[in-house]
């Protein structure tokens, strides 16, 4: 299994990125995914989750409204718009499948993308 996070960034309050997340290794259309997210000093957090055909998907509180999860699956890959950013979303994002919202399946993560969210 390998999971490859990219498309973090330095980025203005307010300002927009959008991640991507290539898997392999797996059947990545069974698999339910999420992004998470592990800001300096804290557990690593739900962000947002998509069943494995993308027709459901599950936003923190947080995010509601700014953050837009999909993914193709012809392409085995997940991505995140990330708009309207904040500093409070600066940490290191990651991608992992499912095995129910929010629980990781894969113990091996990949090397994460780091969002930097200041003026």
């Known amino acids: 299994v390998q999971l490859v996070e990219s498309g973090g960034g330095l980025v203005q309050p307010g300002g927009s990125l959008r991640l991507s997340c290539a898997a392999s290794?797996?059947?990545?259309?069974?698999?339910?995914m999420s992004w998470y997210c592990q800001a300096p000093g804290k557990e690593r957090e739900l962000v947002a989750h998509i069943t494995g055909a993308g027709g459901h998907t599950k936003y923190a509180d947080s995010v509601k409204g700014r953050f837009t999860v999909s993914r193709d699956n012809a392409k085995n890959t997940l991505f995140l718009q990330m708009n309207s950013l904040r500093p409070e979303d600066t940490a290191v994002y990651y991608c992992?499948?499912?095995?129910?919202?929010?629980?990781?399946?894969?113990?091996?993560w990949g090397q994460g993308t780091q969002v930097t969210v200041s003026l």
């Open positions: 992992n499948a499912d095995y129910q919202i929010g629980k990781p399946l894969f113990d091996d």
């Open positions: 290794g797996f059947v990545f259309s069974s698999y339910a």
